[in-house]
């Protein structure tokens, strides 16, 4: 699809990648997280295709990569990826009955972006932006 993109003078290509990159650091060989964890193969994945992305933005091509955090379900509940490790998690905690204490978890919040707020942002994002950039 880079290819295609650049072979268009007029073209601007849209990436849509993950916050997760934004806290990755490469050392020679090494691909971890700032604080020294071995980062997930999604991350790694989407670190890869950025690197590409931005050697195309270097190459002349105007690019915009979007690094949405957690896409949760949209706001109507319906159509679920009860495959979500965030969905999982759930349905195993209401499963085996065994939830954290409510004194130990009281700061912690799942932060999910509802999909539908998340694809209008994106979408907001590239109609916009005409020159390489990332927004997260």
Known sequence: ???LAAASPR???HFVSTAAVASLVCNE???KTRDGFKPTGYA???WVAET???RAA???LAVTVSRP???GPPVSGDHVNIQSLECMLIQSLITTKCYPRRDAVH???LGLLPLEHAAAEIVSIASRTVCSDIQH
Do not use: D, E, S, Y
Request: aromatic content about 4%; overall charge positive; charged content about 10%.
């Open 1 to 3: 699809m880079l290819r």
């Open 11 to 13: 073209a601007v290509f």
């Open 29 to 31: 060989r090494t691909l």
């Open 44 to 46: 790694m994945t989407k």
């Open 52 to 54: 590409l992305v931005m």
């Open 58 to 60: 270097n190459g002349g």
């Open 69 to 71: 955090c957690l896409i």
């Open 107 to 109: 700061n912690i919040q």
